[in-house]
């Protein structure tokens, strides 16, 4: 992908500039790092059941695969661009030590899905996002088990790329609500089946009614922008790194992602790192959030 295919973003530009990087050479490191890090997740899940699984503090389990996964990307990253600091989930208390003054930052979830990942379903993917001035300005989400890695940039667009043979990629563009068919309503297996229900009898008068399509970790994002879903709701507690990257994304396929209150989402700006209650849309013309903007949900 040479930098003619490039419109600029101004976060991105800025960052590129402040690094000396072209965009050739970033947009060629991160798939190279999509490749390497995917197949590493893939050889230790070829032998999950052998790999050890401990619990964080909030009791959510932490594999060798999320450890893994974590240290090829920080390496990569800082060899690629060494003065951009990096916020992980599995990052130490002192790595983030003064973070909130950090202009520009990797925003990265090494393994999103990590109990798809013990559980076997294969649903997992990784995610790593570029943040300035607090927006996702590039988004990346690699899925192992699909052999491909979507990569979104604002005002550039975004592209599919096989994970196994090097391309120019396939553009993605999210697909305008057709009222005559169903609306496709993104969910995870995980979410429980009477929140669900309660969102698809809101949406269903939208279009001929409301269908759910399952999806785990951020493969949700990946199905709004290859046109296979038209929203996905969190409702539920997650954090920053489990939304920036496909946040970039399915706005630089043509979507929206805003709050329930129908603003953008900010990172790195507050002492916690959770993130808000969120819709994803893949056409930003249809207000799903005022419909879903309900504490009962």
Known sequence: ???????????????????????????????????????????????????????????????????????????????????????????????????????????????????????????????????????????????PNRAHVDVGIPLWGARRFSLTNRNEGEPLRTRPLNGAEALTLSASARHRAERVQVMMDRLSPLANGAQRLNAGSALKFCDLVSGDADVYARTSPCYEWDLAAGDALVRAAGGSVTTLEGESIRYNRWDSLKAPQFVAAADPTINYAALLRDPDI
């Open 1 to 143: 992908m040479s930098d003619s295919h490039y419109s600029g973003n101004p976060g991105l530009d800025g960052m590129l500039h402040d690094t000396n990087l072209s965009f050739h050479k970033l947009l060629n490191g991160l798939l190279s790092l999509a490749e390497d890090v995917s197949q590493c997740v893939l050889d230790l899940y070829a032998k999950a059941g052998e790999v050890a699984v401990s619990q964080k503090s909030d009791l959510s389990p932490v594999t060798e695969a999320d450890h893994a996964s974590h240290r090829l990307i920080c390496h990569t990253l800082q060899r690629l661009t060494p003065d951009i600091p990096i916020l992980s989930e599995e990052s130490t208390l002192e790595q983030l030590i003064g973070r909130l003054d950090w202009p520009v930052c990797w925003m990265i979830d090494p393994l999103d899905g990590t109990k798809e990942f013990i559980e076997g379903t294969g649903e997992f993917t990784i995610n790593i996002a570029l943040i300035v001035d607090s927006e996702a300005v590039l988004g990346l989400i690699a899925a």
